[in-house]
């Protein structure tokens, strides 16, 4: 069953991408959703299953045998996985089948959805591999599909250039992952997750000196490690491409770049808690960085006009949560948080690409307005979704983001309490921005043309009604998998005795309880006064604080810096390299050196044939006389 | 004198005799038949064709026993057979590729066909020749049909050219054939190859006459093969002789030549191959390079061919300079697939025509891609297969010579001559580009007949498929190599 779950998208995306003509339009639309459909039937299955305590690997085929290095094609049931299992089917599925409406315009649909299948199964590999390099196969793919659909209207330029940018960008996440993986190999001398994570304990004192500094060798691979996971999941100095990402269709947005590839980062930090338990300074790091993430995010997120830009930029700062969760041990609610976010983010954008649809691609959000009118269905999944993003009860984001600021409090450090405190600030912004969402899309007067927009197809209605079904009822039903009485995870999470973060968090203290509620309340209270009550309010805000203003519109100038240390030092180099050094030396003596020689040669032969008999003749004897004088020196001895 | 005449001895002959009898009808026939030409010349064609099928069925018949007959005069053996066989296969194809041709140059006369067979009843006694003088009498018997074949075009300044310098410069080679024959007399009291090779291993090798009897012999073997330095009558006397007949230079006297310096070489001067070996290394390194780089400039797909010709024999020569069993069975298989090739090569050109005059420049084919695709693959594939791109057959040609070459541990000659091959593929592919990269300025018309497209396809098609009984036909040579070199 598993196999078949796994395959069934590569089957779509196949059937979808090579015989698009043999199926036909529908088919290459339908065929993959169906598949899809199939394989999240079976995750269902398999996650109830992995409930009651199943845990396999089947091995499919060898992929790498040198030497003691082997290396399996192998699928991995566990509760980890299963959980992602059922969160990337769901999220997939449901968004195949909003492609269908969405994309019903484009020409070129049997190409995305080969796409779409890809990258499920791509995602299905990395969450239910069994050791670093199978998963390093899923990382790829699920980057190279992202590349492949952010590019997806590729006439578009600025479309081509964040692809390119995105996929630049996870490189340099995809090196620290890389390095990481070899240096486990090199310390355990495997890849399996099993075997390292049992020696681990081995090798936890070990350490290296650079610098005459002492560095732990566990601490290096999990900094690595959380570098590569740092370019997937968009935290702060390799955040830029996400925002850049939003140009791929909004599906595509939904899918790759909320529920699924960009948590990726997060899941890898889950799996290897093992290793990430016994380093605590990478750990703080993880801590550090998500909390920077989480707030860095949403304040820009703020002043951000481009509807789907705004959620972007939620999706980074909801990312992390997840990371300074998993930073204090408290992988499960990071783990949690995963899932409820999949939900109402996933909710959250499609709803935005409803309203794209209907509104002819306008993603400004400045020329929209009232239009709770004509798009309520979406108006009320909006909401919902905004809700469970803000964490008011009993939406889904209610408990995973209480208990993850619960167990940064609780972990009674002061890098977890500085996490604690950015996450309730964070959490003001958030319901801030959700609302002002709400209000200038849905709310108030009507600044743009609307007159045509509409409600929209079935297709695009069903995934929002199940997608905000799951945001409101999953957190409630998700608690057990922070239950710390009753180990919902079967072991696959590894938490050491005196990390008991999560434990503590249940014991908190009633106001840390309730303070996300009421900075949620706060924001939202902010929000409907600058956006509905007080507009003027807006602008005077704006020119009294111009230069916080200014920092979050130009979020913080990192592009700009970017460009300017990196790009451009880069394109120099480069630009001297190709005019001076292939084309100067290379091209020079390389091959047109090469061609010269030929020509020159063959003029020489050619010129030589003359066509007058006695210059052959000539010739005829010049060539025995001189075979006859090599011979006769060679003979006597005279060489 | 009884024993002269013996039946056994007879039957060893058959194929020559019944091809001798078979002229000696054909030329009152030629001078007393009437009709209109054109009719004529498909007669006489037809009836040439009879009796190369005829020596060909009356060859197999005969079996591959190997004998020596006529006082050691005549031989007969698996590589005799096989060779024969070759050169009667393709002067086979050769005539039905080149009636179309014939028509258009208006080459009716009969003397055509007659002296085609006759140099073929040349190659079949070089072939089987087992003794100097025999080869001398195949030899010159060839040349001189060839001389005037080249000629033949009476009306072509450039034909009457290229037979003269053919004539000429073919009389000083034989005049180094017949020199060196006579110091090797002089030096050994003999002539005949396999009492050469006794009388070798009976002797002090260390003097001075035999080398030059031997660079003598072997120059003159190198102009009949055109292994440079003695290729230089090869690019004009393919571009003036008409096409046809270049087609016919092209292969045909190739395979009797190489086949009569295997004999010499392996038989006759095996017991000394430390004085030759180095010699024929250095000339068909030379060979291939001229060929290689002369070809880049040319415009004239003829002259191309030519050098492709000079630059193909060198990797022959050069394994079979190796001395070894494997250089010989490698050229045996370089020699097969290059005939093949080769005959679809002249096939091709030989149906490019445009208002009934042969096409000759190379960009004349442009745009034949899309006027005529099924010439433009099966060509494409050809010359692929000349280029030595795998899986064609001349990949594994050229693959057999490289792999005997460091077998026998000459790798740097083995490098040497990949260098060529990669030179030589450069012009091959830029005839490719040209049909169907460039555009074309107005379209061919090819009015060829059914032969040419059957011969064309076929030659491509062994061309293709070779890799499925590359190891029958390897094994087959490696037979005929063994039954030589003990």
């Known amino acids: 069953m598993l196999k078949l779950l796994v395959f069934l998208p590569l089957l779509g995306a196949l059937l979808s991408g090579i015989f698009p003509k043999f199926i036909g339009k529908k088919g290459a639309m339908y065929i993959p959703t169906i598949l899809c459909g199939i394989s999240f039937i079976f995750s269902i299955i398999l996650l109830h299953n992995a409930i009651l305590g199943e845990s396999y690997v089947i091995n499919l085929a060898t992929w790498i045998n040198s030497g003691y290095f082997q290396i399996n094609w192998a699928l991995k049931l566990d509760m980890l996985s299963s959980v992602m299992l059922f969160v990337v089917m769901l999220v997939s599925t449901l968004v195949h089948l909003y492609s269908i409406g969405y994309m019903d315009r484009d020409p070129h649909q049997a190409r995305f959805f080969s796409y779409l299948s890809l990258f499920t199964f791509a995602m299905l590999m990395l969450v239910t591999s069994n050791n670093f390099i199978q998963l390093f196969f899923g990382w790829e793919g699920v980057g190279l599909c992202s590349y492949l659909l952010i590019g997806f209207w590729f006439k578009k330029q600025s479309a081509n250039a964040a692809a390119i940018k995105a996929f630049l960008v996870n490189r340099v996440g995809d090196l620290g992952l890389i390095l990481g993986i070899c240096l486990i190999y090199f310390k355990f001398n495997s890849l399996d997750y099993n075997t390292v994570f049992e020696s681990v304990t081995l090798i936890k004192d070990n350490s290296f000196s650079l610098l005459n500094i002492e560095i732990p060798i566990i601490e290096l691979c999990c900094f690595l490690l959380f570098i590569g996971a740092m370019g997937k999941s968009a935290q702060i100095i390799l955040h830029t491409w996400l925002a850049d990402a939003m140009e791929g269709p909004t599906p595509v947005s939904a899918l790759i770049h909320a529920a699924t590839m960009v948590t990726a980062g997060v899941f890898l930090v889950a799996r290897c808690s093992p290793i990430f338990e016994y380093a605590p300074y990478a750990l703080g790091f993880v801590t550090i960085v998500g909390a920077l993430t989480s707030i860095f995010a949403a304040y820009v997120a703020i002043t951000q006009n481009d509807i789907k830009k705004i959620i972007a930029y939620s999706t980074c700062s909801q990312l992390g949560y997840m990371f300074f969760a998993c930073g204090v041990s408290a992988y499960s609610a990071g783990m949690f948080h995963l899932m409820t976010h999949a939900f109402f983010k996933a909710l959250l954008f499609l709803g935005a690409g409803s309203v794209i649809h209907a509104l002819s691609d306008e993603q400004d959000i400045r020329k929209m307005g009232g239009l709770y009118k004509a798009l309520p269905y979406t108006c009320v999944g909006m909401w919902i979704g905004s809700l469970a993003l803000a964490g008011l009860p009993p939406f889904a984001g209610f408990f995973s983001k209480d208990i993850i600021l619960e167990a940064a409090w609780a972990s009674h450090t002061i890098i977890g309490g500085f996490a604690f405190y950015i996450g309730l600030l964070a959490a003001l912004l958030t319901a801030f921005y959700s609302w002002k969402i709400l209000f200038m899309v849905f709310h108030g007067k009507s600044r743009g043309d609307i007159s045509s927009a509409h409600e929209s197809p079935l297709t695009i209605l069903i995934p929002l009604t199940i997608l905000s079904i799951g945001a409101i009822f999953s957190g409630w039903l998700g608690k057990p998998m922070i239950d710390t009485h009753h180990d919902f995870w079967h072991g696959t999470i590894l938490i050491l005795d005196n990390h008991e973060a999560l434990k503590n968090a249940h014991h908190a203290p009633i106001w840390v309880k309730i303070s996300p509620i009421i900075v949620a309340l706060i924001g939202i209270f902010i929000a409907w006064v600058l956006y509905i009550k007080r507009l003027n309010f807006t602008q005077f805000l704006c020119e009294r604080f111009s230069f916080l203003y200014r920092c979050s519109l130009n979020k913080l100038w990192f592009d700009e810096v970017y460009e300017y240390l990196i790009c451009q030092p880069l394109k120099k180099c480069g630009d001297i390299l190709w005019k001076k050094g292939d084309i100067g030396v290379i091209d020079r003596f390389g091959p047109d050196g090469i061609v010269n020689v030929c020509r020159k040669i063959a003029m020489r032969i050619k010129s030589i044939q003359t066509g007058y008999v006695y210059h052959y003749a000539f010739a005829m004897f010049i060539g025995l006389i001189a075979i006859f004088s090599w011979q006769f020196l060679l003979l006597f001895g005279w060489v | ?486």
């Open chain 2, 1 to 486: 004198m009884n024993s002269l005449i013996d039946n056994s001895n007879l039957i060893l002959a058959l194929p020559e005799i019944f091809l001798a009898l078979w002229l000696l009808i054909f030329i009152p026939l030629g001078v007393y038949s009437g009709g209109s030409l054109a009719v004529r010349q498909s007669y006489f064609s037809l009836f040439a064709v009879i009796g190369l099928l005829g020596t060909f069925l009356i060859l197999l018949s005969g079996g591959y026993k190997a004998t020596i007959a006529f006082n050691d005069l005549i031989v007969s053996d698996k590589l005799v057979v096989y060779m024969k066989s070759l050169v009667l296969v393709a002067g086979i194809l050769i005539f039905s590729i080149s009636e179309r041709y014939r028509s258009l140059e208006k080459l009716f006369i009969f003397e055509y066909p007659v002296l085609v067979l006759f140099s073929i009843l040349g190659m079949l006694i070089m072939i089987s020749s087992n003794d100097f003088i025999t080869l001398y009498m195949g030899l010159e018997l060839q040349s001189l049909s060839l001389y005037v074949l080249a000629a033949m075009k009476k009306d072509s300044k450039n034909s009457s050219e290229a037979g003269l310098k053919y004539f000429i410069l073919g009389a000083i080679a034989s005049g180094f054939l017949l020199f060196g024959v006579s110091l090797i007399f002089g030096i050994t009291g003999t002539t005949s190859f396999t009492t050469l090779a006794t009388s070798f291993s009976n002797m002090s090798l260390n003097q001075p006459l035999l080398v030059f009897a031997i660079i003598m012999i072997l120059s003159a073997m190198a102009f009949k093969i055109s292994i440079a330095p003695f290729h230089m009558w090869t690019p004009d006397v393919y571009e003036g002789a008409p096409t046809s007949i270049t087609a016919f230079f092209a292969v045909v006297p190739k395979i009797a030549a190489f086949a009569v310096l295997m004999r010499i070489l392996f038989i006759a001067f095996y017991e000394i191959s430390f004085i030759w070996q180095q010699i024929l290394i250095v000339m068909s390194i030379l060979s291939i390079f001229v060929g290689a780089f002369g070809a880049l400039l040319q415009t004239s797909i003829k002259r191309l061919m030519a050098y492709s010709t000079i630059s193909n024999v060198g990797y022959v020569l050069l394994s079979l300079s190796l001395a070894t069993s494997i250089g010989l069975e490698s050229s045996i298989i370089y020699i097969t697939i290059y005939t093949v090739s080769t005959l679809g090569v002249f096939a091709f050109i030989l149906s490019m025509e445009k208002e009934k005059v042969l096409l000759d420049k190379i960009s004349s084919f442009s745009g034949l891609s899309k006027s005529h695709p099924f010439y433009a693959l099966t060509f494409t594939i050809l010359l692929l297969s000349l280029a030595g791109l795998p899986p064609l057959a001349g990949f594994f040609a050229k693959f057999y010579i490289f792999r005997s070459l460091i077998i026998g541990d000459m790798l740097w000659v083995a490098v040497i001559g990949i260098l060529g091959s990669v030179v030589a593929a450069y012009y091959y592919l830029k005839i490719i580009k040209i049909m169907y990269l460039d555009d074309s300025e107005e379209l061919l018309n090819i009015n060829s007949n059914n032969y040419i497209k059957y011969v064309l396809g076929f030659c491509a098609f062994l061309v293709i498929s070779f890799i499925f009984f590359a190891d029958s036909l390897i094994e087959f040579c490696i037979n005929i190599s063994k039954a030589i070199v003990l």
